[in-house]
Structures are given as structure tokens and as C-alpha cells.
């Protein structure tokens, strides 16, 4: 699992070319780590979710469109 700093720091080519990717929050005491399975959406609605890297990098590249 992944926190979503690690998630954001994972996506190539980084879709914000103005912000370098953080690398870690080093006065972050605690890491909350959020897991989710889809599984149960999947065979309820028949629809597949987006994974936490592809909603991280849409994202990213939705503020680097809106120049944020």
C-alpha cells in the first residue's frame, strides 16, 4: 500500500512539469494508510473503478490544465 504522496510520486512522466514531485512529508508524525477493495462495486453495479494511481494522475493533469 501506498500513501497518496508515494502515489503521485509513482506516475511518469509527472504531470505537473512546474512542481516537482514531494518526496515525503517528513513533520508528518503518522501515516494513514487507506485501503480499498472494489471488488464488491465490481460485482454489484458491474463497473470497474479507477485504481488510486490513475485518479491521482487525473488529478494532477486536471490542476496542470488549470494552471494550478
Not at 509513482?10 to 503518522?30: M, T
Not at 464488491?40 to 488510486?52: A, Q
Amino acid at each position: 500500500m501506498f500513501c497518496q504522496v508515494e502515489v503521485a510520486n509513482s506516475i511518469e512522466p509527472y504531470p505537473l512539469p512546474n512542481h516537482p514531485p514531494q518526496k515525503g512529508i517528513p513533520e508528518l508524525d503518522k501515516i494513514y494508510m487507506i485501503s480499498y477493495d472494489t471488488e464488491k462495486e465490481h460485482r454489484i453495479f458491474g463497473i470497474d473503478m479507477k485504481t488510486k494511481k490513475e485518479t491521482t494522475r487525473d488529478t494532477l493533469v486536471e490542476f496542470a490544465a488549470r494552471g494550478w
